[in-house]
């Protein structure tokens, strides 16, 4: 596997400002690099970028100097009462940096509702060329490969829609390995590795911890979504 096939993710190098984490990635080896630049909470960390020329010319330099390239941004949450226009300038970043995936979360527990609005944000998505890799998290309204893969099916199956595989959610989630071969490959666009002990036994509360907090060698893996095809094939 190439080094130049990986990209390292957000919280690896989650103090680094984006023109930071780019020379970051490019000094350990890595192809590309994800940035937060959306909180995944209110008032929680994130990459500051959006509304900043300045720091996204900077950020586009570094890219250039490097070959470093932009690969996914974080992160939209969609819950009751979501509107994807709030995400605008996060997709004018990502199309400006050449990024090609924003993780997506769901929230909502009216499945219904949820399947809506995520086919409401692959709609608002696509001009800007990304896709939504709906992230299954055992916490959250879509806790397993499952429950994704419904999802998708009742939204009605965008162009750029993506299911998000996360090495620590599938080993803490009721997920299994038929599961997994049974997305789509071509909604596989890159699957996330993570360093962290496997079980469903786990509270919320542990879940978060070690998934913001504790989880190690955190990188989102392009050379896996290889991987993924041939196994599928």
Known sequence: MSARACSMAYLTGHRCSPPEAVRVAAATGYGFVGLRLWPNAPGAQQQHLLGDA?????????????????????????????????????????????????????????????????????????????????????????????????????????????????????????????????????????AQIYDGEAGTHFSTEQLLHTARCQARATSTCAACLLRCRQTCR
Do not use: K
């Open 54 to 190: 300045a720091l996204l010319r900077e950020t586009l330099v570094a890219c250039r100097d490097t070959g470093v390239g932009v690969f996914d941004l974080e992160i939209v949450r969609i819950g009751e009462g979501f509107d994807p226009r709030l995400y605008l300038p996060l997709f004018e970043a990502g199309a400006a940096l050449g990024a090609r995936a924003v993780l997506v979360a769901g929230d909502d527990t009216d499945l219904s509702r949820l399947a809506v609005n995520y086919a409401r944000l692959c709609e608002q998505m696509a001009p800007f060329g990304l896709t939504a890799d709906l992230e299954f998290m055992p916490w959250t309204a879509v806790p397993d490969a499952a429950s994704a893969l419904r999802l998708v099916a009742a939204a009605g199956h965008p162009s750029n829609a993506g299911i998000l595989v996360d090495a620590l959610h599938f080993g803490r989630s009721h997920t299994t390995l038929d599961d997994i071969r049974a997305i789509p490959c071509r909604l596989l666009h890159y």
